[in-house]
């Protein structure tokens, strides 16, 4: 993963970085931030399933926190990175009863996390670190935990574009899908299902209906690897 002291660089520019970056899409982060959360939720509601306490694994400043509350009805969230700076602004902006911001080091997985939810955070880690990441993420699960790792599609023209224009993204190694899932399987954790959103540009926002139906299809900008640890 990047050092400390580079994510720290980006703690204050980091929604101009990326809204800038995302400008081509007709979005910004928030747009993305919350359908991603929504997904989901919905994904979980299928199966019947409610997190109470969740990881916000690479929380950055902070933002999904609150999605992940008003959302997916999660009690207590947790938010994990690895800038100290980001996590200023994290609590500043976003802290509140029941939501803290805490560096890796400070957090010790203790296998009772219902849920571990991490967007965009895998293509900043070496591939030689990740299996370790899916360790820290396994231990601090519980039994029956899920894990949602969202990643940027490299099999999409559209998100390389936009990495390759983000300030944060033009070094970063990405995963294909199924580089994704064997990485998981091997840390353990059972894979159900792959999902790909975000195919539509704002322009095209009278076609986003058709997006649910799409979902299996390699199509979509980023994609949701959806697991669960044994238990």
Known sequence: MKSASEFDSFAGSYEADLDQA???????????????????????????????????????IGGTSVFLRELLGVEQVVGLDVSERSLERARREHGANR???????????????????????????????????VDYIYRSLRPGGWFALWENNPWNPGTRYVMSQCAFDRDAVTLTPPEAARLLQAGGLRVLRTDFLFVFPRFLKFLRVMEAGLARLPLGAQYQVLCRKPG
């Open 99 to 133: 939501v803290e911001f805490l560096t890796f080091d400070q957090h010790v997985p203790r296998a009772q996390v219902d849920l571990v939810y991490c967007n965009g955070v895998f293509h900043h880690i070496p591939p030689r670190e990740r299996r370790s990441a």
């Open 22 to 60: 995302l400008s081509v899409s007709g979005e910004n982060q928030d747009y993305f931030a919350r359908a991603r959360v929504a997904w989901l939720s919905g994904c979980l509601r299928q199966l019947q399933q409610q997190p109470r306490t969740a990881l916000d694994y690479g929380c950055g």
